[in-house]
């Protein structure tokens, strides 16, 4: 089994930035496609990025882009979220989750491991 650790969440004002990060266990860390979501109580858990095996291929919730980057280092086992420019509305838990995948990237991706998750609170 995979198991995966977010952390970096925090209280940030609007506009700022935060890094959020998750670490997995394992050697077959490249062989897993990754995701971010996020969740806050009351409504449905929101898709918000994406990244194939080797990292080449990137996919955005429209809310995010342009402010957020997902990227992975493979030789670390770590996935990041580069999240700048952050609003109010992107208060939430934040949930890393992976699967394991037969080619660098087949769309729509789905996921079998989840973390614990990470808040992040921006103030307006």
């Known amino acids: 089994q995979v198991q995966l650790v977010e952390s970096g969440g925090g209280l940030v004002q609007a506009g700022g930035s935060l890094r959020l990060s998750c670490a997995a266990s394992g050697r077959t860390f490249s062989l897993l496609h990754m995701g971010w979501f996020r969740h806050t109580p009351g409504k449905e858990r929101e898709f918000v990025a994406t990244i194939s095996r080797s990292g080449i291929i990137t996919k955005y919730a429209e809310s995010v882009k342009g402010r957020f980057t997902i990227s992975r280092d493979n030789g670390k086992n770590t996935m990041y979220l580069q999240m700048n420019g952050l609003k109010p509305e992107d208060t939430a838990a934040y949930y890393c989750?992976?699967?394991?995948?037969?080619?660098?990237?087949?769309?729509?991706?789905?996921?079998?491991?989840w973390g614990q998750g990470t808040q992040v609170t921006v103030s307006s």
């Open positions: 989750a992976a699967n394991f995948a037969a080619s660098d990237y087949v769309g729509p991706p789905t996921y079998d491991y």
